[in-house]
């Protein structure tokens, strides 16, 4: 299961990249990545729900990163961990299908392997104090 949901949350990050720097549309970019890819149907279906809750919660997302990394500026901050941390707090605060220390994990994950040095401390310090405040149950 892990390997589905890590496959899937790599394809949502590489779709919410195009989506970022771009002007395509997410119904391009979802077509493209079915077409481009050989994913399984479930990894699909996942990863699109991933990016149609940033998508549609976007503005709720980056106001809870320019709070909670006021020396990040969301402009300045990489495409990648801006990327990671709306994924990472969709799946924490609207989607009830991930554990939260999974979710954490996964976004932890995520940043070592495409982020640069400072990004996994970056993406767990602003879940974690986001968590703290919200008062996210464990």
């Known amino acids: 299961m892990a390997g589905i949901r890590r496959k899937a949350r790599i394809a949502a990050l590489q779709a919410?990249?195009?989506?970022?720097?771009?002007?395509?549309?997410?119904?391009?970019?979802?077509?493209?990545?079915?077409?481009?890819?050989?994913?399984?149907?479930?990894?699909l279906s996942f990863s699109e729900e991933l990016v149609r809750g940033v998508v549609q919660h976007k503005s709720?997302?980056?106001?809870l990163i320019k709070r909670f990394a006021p020396a990040f500026p969301l402009e300045q901050m990489s495409i990648i961990d801006r990327n990671i941390l709306r994924m990472a707090i969709f799946e924490?605060?609207?989607?009830?299908?991930?554990?939260?220390?999974?979710?954490?994990?996964e976004a932890i994950e995520l940043a070592k392997?495409?982020?640069?040095?400072?990004?996994p401390r970056l993406i767990n310090g602003v879940l974690g104090s986001i968590i703290t405040e919200r008062g996210v149950k464990q």
């Not at 709720?60 to 106001?63: I, K």
């Not at 924490?92 to 994990?105: E, G, Q, W």
């Not at 392997?113 to 400072?118: L, Y």
């Open 16 to 43: 919410l990249y195009e989506l970022d720097c771009t002007r395509h549309k997410v119904e391009e970019t979802s077509a493209r990545l079915r077409a481009g890819e050989t994913l399984t149907q479930e990894v």
């Open 60 to 63: 709720e997302l980056d106001a």
């Open 92 to 105: 924490i605060l609207f989607s009830d299908k991930t554990p939260l220390k999974v979710a954490i994990n």
């Open 113 to 119: 392997e495409f982020g640069s040095d400072s990004s």
